[in-house]
């Protein structure tokens, strides 16, 4: 399962047998509320239903979308490596020997992980991309996801036809479907939900992110370019003037704290507004090229100019771009053993005694004919974890609604575990884990429209010149 910011989940189902499943999982599942989107997910939800009993509510087949709204397309392969080249110009490995490889090993090799993790996040990208989500203004989200796919949700994929020159979606006739189809009942209450379904938030920008106007210093030196709501803070205040409507030039009335050193400065250069990979013009989301949960840990110094970092991708290629940069993060997670999601990085944690002891008492309660034997053995529990003799009904009671998580003292963040480690070698060293993350989406993403001056080193030889390679690190 992926989310549309490139988080992936992987659950092994074999791997728990014998075991209840998460219930936050189940609750996911059925949740009809939650669009479950992809290639053959009804089929998913049948054999989920077969194999393990899951209901599986709220599935869409993406190429039910891409014939509706892409009708260039629709006589040719719907499979998800053609759908993927064609509309995110994203090439999709899907050889035979990936393909066939052993999905029942007890091991996954990362090749396999990264398959199965593409594919789900290939199709949240084709999803957004297909609706179009971004070239409205919906209300709600779900508003608009439900009723773009209306009369697609829970519907098994057939095939397609054409009738009078015009798409016919051909849905399956359903049997006895493990899937219950959503009512027109069913489907208003969804449609009033004011939430985003799980997977589907980008967060779109509806205005421009840059407005390219100029500040200049007191004699007329050009400072910065910004934005226009900025600009205009400087002449509400009777801090500066207004020099020029045309482009938008303030001349402040005081001198500034800094100056740029050449006439090149990044901070000088008019930005397009355009995706820097493809160069799209629409529906294009800020990507923070170093993420923030390395950022966040930066010492002052290196969280100063943080605009440089900071880049317009559109929807599809912001998908492919989260994909990588897992990629680099688990890298970076082996490197300098900060796991992600394992029981170090996990900030609460199931104390299994606790819960056990809880299972315990709910048994006593609710069990009228346990063995003695049975009973003794759950007694003894209860009353070596409360330390008495005697265990009434209130310590039952008590026990039953025992809160079973607890705070996992060992827990450090994986970003601020890789930042610790690199700040060990001071500010040029960690200048390293900046420049590692820029040089790492040119390497991934080969972008055609960067911001002239962009660079993987950017503003580093000006701050080693103030405060020295070897400035003990603080971090934030």
């Not at 840059?210 to 030196?221: I, K």
């Amino acid at each position: 399962m992926a989310s549309h910011s490139g988080l992936c989940v992987l659950v092994r189902l074999p791997r728990l047998a014998g075991c209840s499943l998460p219930k936050t999982l189940v609750a996911l599942l059925e949740d009809c509320r939650v669009l479950k989107v992809g290639l053959g997910c009804w089929d998913d939800a049948s054999k989920l239903m077969n194999d393990y009993g899951l209901s599986v509510k709220g599935v869409v087949d993406i190429r039910y979308l891409a014939i509706r709204h892409r009708r260039d397309i629709f006589q040719n392969s719907l499979s998800l490596k053609y759908l993927s080249e064609t509309i995110l110009s994203y090439p999709l490995d899907k050889s035979f020997q990936l393909r066939c490889s052993n999905w029942d090993a007890d091991e996954f090799t990362q090749d396999q992980v990264f398959y199965a993790a593409r594919d789900a996040q290939v199709s949240i990208a084709l999803f957004l991309q297909l609706l179009g989500f971004f070239s409205s203004d919906p209300p709600t989200a779900w508003e608009f996801f439900l009723g773009k796919c209306q009369g697609l949700i829970d519907v098994p994929f057939k095939g397609k036809g054409v009738v009078n020159g015009d798409v016919n979606i051909i849905p399956k006739q359903k049997k006895e479907s493990p899937i219950e189809q959503s009512s027109p009942n069913s489907q208003g209450d969804s449609h009033r939900h004011k939430k985003k379904p799980l997977g589907v938030g980008y967060s779109v920008r509806k205005s421009p992110l840059y407005d390219n106007c100029f500040l200049h210093a007191p004699d007329g030196q050009p400072l910065c370019t910004c934005d226009r709501k900025k600009a205009q803070w400087y002449l509400d205040k009777g801090i500066g003037d207004l020099i020029s409507n045309d482009p938008f030039v303030v001349r402040l009335r005081f001198e500034p704290s800094g100056r740029p050193e050449s006439s090149v400065d990044y901070y000088l250069t008019v930005k397009e507004n355009l995706c820097v990979v493809c160069g799209k013009r629409e529906s294009y989301i800020r990507k923070n090229i170093v993420p923030h949960e390395y950022r966040r840990h930066f010492p002052v110094q290196l969280k100063d100019h943080n605009s440089h970092d900071v880049l317009l991708l559109c929807t599809s290629c912001h998908a492919v771009s989260n994909y990588y940069d897992n990629y680099l993060k688990q890298q970076l997670a082996m490197e300098f053993s900060a796991p992600i999601g394992c029981e170090e990085g996990v900030r609460i944690l199931e104390d299994p005694v606790r819960r056990q002891v809880r299972s315990a008492a709910r048994a006593l309660l609710n069990a009228s004919k346990l063995p003695e034997s049975r009973r003794e053995e759950l007694l003894s529990e209860m009353r070596t974890f409360y330390s008495t003799d005697e265990v009434t009904e209130e310590t039952l009671n008590t026990a039953a609604n025992l809160e079973t998580r607890i705070f996992n003292e060992t827990y450090t963040p994986h970003g601020l575990k890789v930042v610790q480690c690199f700040a060990k070698g001071g500010l040029k060293s960690l200048m390293e884990l900046e420049k590692r993350w820029r040089q790492h989406f040119l390497d991934k993403m080969a972008p055609k429209f960067l911001p002239q001056q962009w660079s993987v080193d950017h503003n580093h030889r000006k701050l080693i010149r103030k405060y020295g390679e070897d400035l003990p690190i603080q971090l934030g």
